[in-house]
């Protein structure tokens, strides 16, 4: 499928009647398709759907501020300057009425204190997209909120829509720096990510 992105794609089984349906989704594995259709990175297998885990044990934000604010609120001026100062980013796009935004917010805090006190090579921010509509528009934000990694102002596909923990942010960007520095010794073709939505489902 040339333009559709994995993260839509399921495979439905239906009898000749359309009133049995089972989902095979979970028995597929995913692959990204370049603009050209050829088959670039592997987006994974839906193996068992399940549901989000999240920490709910952090003190309130509130608290948590109270020794500085360490995920960096960025603005529509500031955005594009922090981005390239800083080799990598992770962004949370939010929206403060979002519910999920706001049960997410004292853990990004705490993932963001952990990234400082782990030394990982990492810069954590967030972008209040009520207040900054524009910025939030022109990076393509659809849902709330959005979790995305930037190498400098570019984007690292897909973005991070799994567990809402700390130890589960903290391994996902050590495991996409550890990608990034192999890309490094990559083919210069295959160095650069130019994200198309197409995929591939086998």
Same mark, same amino acid.
Request: glycine share 2%; aromatic share 10%.
């Given at each position: 499928?040339?333009?559709?992105?994995?993260?839509?794609?399921?495979?439905?089984? @239906? #009898?000749?009647? /359309?009133?049995? &349906?089972?989902?095979?989704?979970? $028995?597929? *594995?995913?692959?990204? @398709? #370049?603009?050209? /259709?050829?088959? &670039?990175?592997?987006?994974?297998? $839906?193996? *068992?759907?399940?549901?989000?885990?999240?920490?709910?044990?952090?003190?309130?934000?509130?608290?948590?501020?109270?020794?500085?604010?360490?995920?960096?609120?960025?603005?529509?001026?500031?955005?594009?300057?922090?981005?390239?100062?800083?080799?990598?980013?992770?962004?949370?796009?939010?929206?403060?009425?979002?519910?999920?935004?706001?049960?997410?917010?004292?853990?990004?805090?705490?993932?963001?204190?952990?990234?400082?006190?782990?030394?990982?090579?990492?810069?954590?921010?967030?972008?209040?997209?009520?207040?900054?509509?524009?910025?939030?528009?022109?990076?393509?934000?659809?849902?709330?909120?959005?979790?995305?990694?930037?190498?400098?102002?570019?984007?690292?596909?897909?973005?991070?829509?799994?567990?809402?923990?700390?130890?589960?942010?903290?391994?996902?960007?050590?495991?996409?720096?550890?990608?990034?520095?192999?890309?490094?010794?990559?083919?210069?073709?295959?160095?650069?990510?130019?994200?198309?939505?197409?995929?591939?489902?086998?």
């Amino acid at each position: 499928m040339l333009d559709l992105p994995c993260r839509f794609a399921v495979v439905d089984v @239906l #009898d000749v009647l /359309g009133t049995n &349906r089972m989902n095979i989704t979970k $028995n597929i *594995e995913k692959w990204n @398709l #370049d603009e050209e /259709g050829r088959r &670039r990175f592997f987006q994974g297998r $839906n193996r *068992e759907e399940r549901e989000i885990l999240h920490d709910d044990h952090h003190a309130e934000l509130e608290v948590l501020l109270q020794n500085g604010e360490h995920a960096i609120p960025l603005t529509a001026d500031s955005f594009d300057e922090y981005m390239q100062a800083n080799e990598f980013t992770f962004v949370s796009f939010y929206a403060p009425w979002c519910v999920w935004c706001q049960r997410l917010a004292p853990t990004w805090e705490a993932f963001a204190e952990h990234v400082e006190a782990e030394s990982i090579p990492i810069k954590v921010a967030k972008v209040d997209c009520v207040t900054h509509t524009q910025l939030c528009k022109d990076q393509k934000v659809h849902a709330f909120p959005t979790l995305r990694l930037f190498n400098r102002a570019s984007p690292l596909p897909p973005d991070y829509n799994t567990d809402r923990t700390v130890a589960a942010l903290a391994s996902y960007v050590t495991r996409r720096l550890n990608v990034e520095e192999k890309r490094k010794n990559w083919p210069e073709r295959d160095r650069e990510y130019v994200e198309h939505p197409g995929c591939m489902v086998r």
